[in-house]
Structures are given as C-alpha cells and as structure tokens.
C-alpha cells in the first residue's frame, strides 16, 4: 500500500532534522509521499522537493498557520503551496516579523526578571525565519536557567510563565482563503489537541477541505472519531506524525502511515490559483 506523511518540520522551523536527513528517514519508513509543513514558512521546501525526487517520493509542498477561533489557537495546514505565490508570502513574511519580535519580547521579560539571556544567542540557536518558544527552551537550558526542554517551558515559557508572549494568529478564514488563494488545500491539524470539539463548526464554516484525523497525539478512539466526523461533513481524512526530529526526543516519522489514496482525495479539492 502506498502511504504518505502529511504534518513534518525541519530545522527552517522548530524540527532539527534538515531536509535531507527527513526525506533519508522518510524512504527508511518506506513512505511514496511526504509534506513539509513547518511553521509560517516554505523556506524548507526546495531543499526538500530535491531529496525527495533523489528518493523517489512525491513531495507536497506546505505549511502549518496558527489561526484564532474564539480566543483558541488553532493550527491550520496549507498543501501544494506555491513560494511564488506573492500574498501567501507576504503574510507568512509577516508572520516570521513577528515570531522574531515574540522572541525579543521573551527575552525582555526574562531579563526583566532577572534572568540573563541574550537574544542573538536565541535568534543564533534558532538560525531560521521562523522562531519559536522550542529555540527559547534550548538556549535557556543551554544557559543553565533549565534542566530540560520540557523544565523550560514549564518554569517559564508555557502560557501564565514569566516569559509568555502570545502569538499572532490570523483568522481562521484568512487562513483558508490565503491557503485556497495559493491554489492549495487547507487542513485542521490535529483537533483533539484543542480539547474543543465546539470550535471546530467554525473552522468547518471557514471553508477547510480536510480534518487531520491520524496523529501522533490522537488517540485511536479521537482518530476514529474525527474520521466519522469527516465523513459526515464531506472532508477528507488526513493524517501524519508531527515530527520534529529531536526536539522532543525520539523522532515521529514513522508513526502515521495515511493511505495514499488520502492524499488523492486531498489533492481533488484543491481550487484554481485565485493569487499570484
Ligand atoms: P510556539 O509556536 O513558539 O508557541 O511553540 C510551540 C511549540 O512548543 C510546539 O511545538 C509545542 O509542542 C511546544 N510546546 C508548547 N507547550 C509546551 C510545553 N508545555 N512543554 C513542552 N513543549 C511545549
Ligand atoms: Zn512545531
Ligand atoms: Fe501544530
Ligand atoms: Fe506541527
């Protein structure tokens, strides 16, 4: 059976595998499809696109937009996303401004609180446009202020901590129309992780193709759920592993294995280009 891995991040966000050593692991795993979706950027893909073909796997080009419902974040995927594609991005241009303006809020915050930490050895560790709170977690425990990843973000980096900024987010709406307006398809990532099933009318409303219904956070009963759910509403069924290398011990890939006639059904509802 062919099977794809439709949720991955490399080190152009907050993964650590490059490119190359994903499509690697990802021919290991014997998969024939695979989308890069880190987040806010397309930076990966070239880099990505060229060791897939040495491998021989199809690759979709994507990204992962944080998005606002009712106050929730909630994450959207984008598929076969175009870097040409001048509005996309310029949003996802503007998202990286303000994921770098977030990393120096932090850190404001935490030398505010006395505790040392430079941002170039932040932006240094992170070494991408698209920064997160992960790279505030690896310099902090770098820095002696942590004993772990997981110390970091519960002693100052999760929301209510002393280094919390909140991140922007688009509507959900916007999302998908940037995503459609691209000439791509749009996905709700991982839905049981919002712990909201009430926000997802409104995501549905806001015009997505497909609901992320395998991942590696779901559980089967959550899976099976969503995949009713899915079916119910008209949506595809997609799924993958959320890898992101070592940043949170052993790697995902691998994890999900989404039939490739998902994919198929994914790339159906794609529109006509609308941006350029
Ligand atoms: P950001 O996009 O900068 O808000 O960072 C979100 C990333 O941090 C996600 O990849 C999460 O898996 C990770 N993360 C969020 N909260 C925690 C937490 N409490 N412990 C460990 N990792 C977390
Ligand atoms: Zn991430
Ligand atoms: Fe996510
Ligand atoms: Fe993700």
Same mark, same amino acid.
């Not at 560790?125 to 202020?145: D, F, K, Q, T, Y």
């Given at each position: 059976?062919?099977?794809?891995?439709?949720?991955?991040?490399?080190?152009?966000?907050?993964?650590?595998?490059?490119?190359?050593?994903?499509?690697?692991?990802?021919?290991?795993?014997?998969?024939?499809?695979?989308?890069?979706?880190?987040?806010?950027?397309?930076?990966?893909?070239?880099?990505?696109?060229?060791?897939?073909?040495?491998?021989?796997?199809? %690759?979709? /080009?994507? =990204?992962?937009? &944080? +998005?606002?419902?009712?106050?929730?974040?909630? !994450?959207?995927? @984008?598929?076969?996303?175009?870097?040409?594609?001048?509005?996309?991005?310029?949003?996802?241009?503007?998202?990286?401004?303000?994921?770098?303006?977030?990393?120096?809020?932090?850190?404001?915050?935490?030398?505010?609180?006395?505790?040392?930490?430079?941002?170039?050895?932040?932006?240094?560790?992170?070494?991408?446009?698209?920064?997160?709170?992960?790279?505030?977690?690896?310099?902090?425990?770098?820095?002696?202020?942590?004993?772990?990843?997981?110390?970091?973000?519960?002693?100052?980096?999760?929301?209510?901590?002393?280094? %919390?900024? /909140?991140? =922007?987010?688009? &509507? +959900?709406?916007?999302?998908?129309?940037?995503? !459609?307006?691209? @000439?791509?398809?749009?996905?709700?990532?991982?839905?049981?992780?919002?712990?909201?099933?009430?926000?997802?009318?409104?995501?549905?409303?806001?015009?997505?193709?497909?609901?992320?219904?395998?991942?590696?956070?779901?559980?089967?009963?959550?899976?099976?759920?969503?995949?009713?759910?899915?079916?119910?509403?008209?949506?595809?069924?997609?799924?993958?592993?959320?890898?992101?290398?070592?940043?949170?011990?052993?790697?995902?890939?691998?994890?999900?294995?989404?039939?490739?006639?998902?994919?198929?059904?994914?790339?159906?509802?794609? /529109?006509?280009?609308?941006?350029?």
């Amino acid at each position: 059976m062919k099977t794809a891995d439709l949720h991955l991040h490399t080190h152009f966000s907050d993964g650590t595998f490059s490119p190359e050593e994903l499509a690697a692991r990802a021919q290991g795993h014997g998969f024939n499809a695979l989308a890069l979706t880190d987040h806010d950027t397309l930076d990966g893909c070239e880099r990505m696109a060229f060791a897939c073909a040495t491998h021989g796997i199809e %690759f979709i /080009p994507g =990204a992962e937009l &944080t +998005a606002d419902v009712d106050g929730k974040e909630v !994450h959207i995927l @984008g598929y076969w996303l175009d870097a040409g594609s001048t509005r996309l991005v310029s949003e996802l241009r503007r998202f990286q401004a303000a994921r770098q303006q977030r990393i120096h809020d932090s850190v404001a915050r935490l030398n505010a609180a006395g505790i040392p930490l430079q941002v170039e050895n932040v932006l240094a560790i992170a070494n991408c446009a698209s920064p997160g709170r992960p790279h505030l977690a690896r310099a902090l425990v770098e820095a002696g202020h942590a004993n772990d990843y997981d110390h970091a973000f519960e002693r100052y980096l999760k929301k209510g901590r002393v280094a %919390f900024v /909140p991140k =922007a987010r688009m &509507t +959900a709406a916007e999302a998908v129309q940037l995503i !459609h307006g691209a @000439g791509g398809a749009a996905v709700l990532a991982h839905p049981a992780l919002y712990r909201n099933d009430g926000l997802i009318p409104k995501i549905v409303e806001a015009g997505i193709d497909g609901i992320e219904c395998w991942h590696t956070r779901h559980s089967e009963s959550a899976t099976n759920n969503y995949i009713r759910l899915a079916a119910e509403l008209g949506l595809v069924a997609t799924g993958g592993s959320d890898c992101h290398g070592l940043a949170k011990g052993t790697p995902l890939i691998g994890s999900v294995k989404l039939p490739y006639t998902h994919v198929e059904a994914l790339a159906a509802r794609r /529109p006509a280009r609308s941006d350029s």
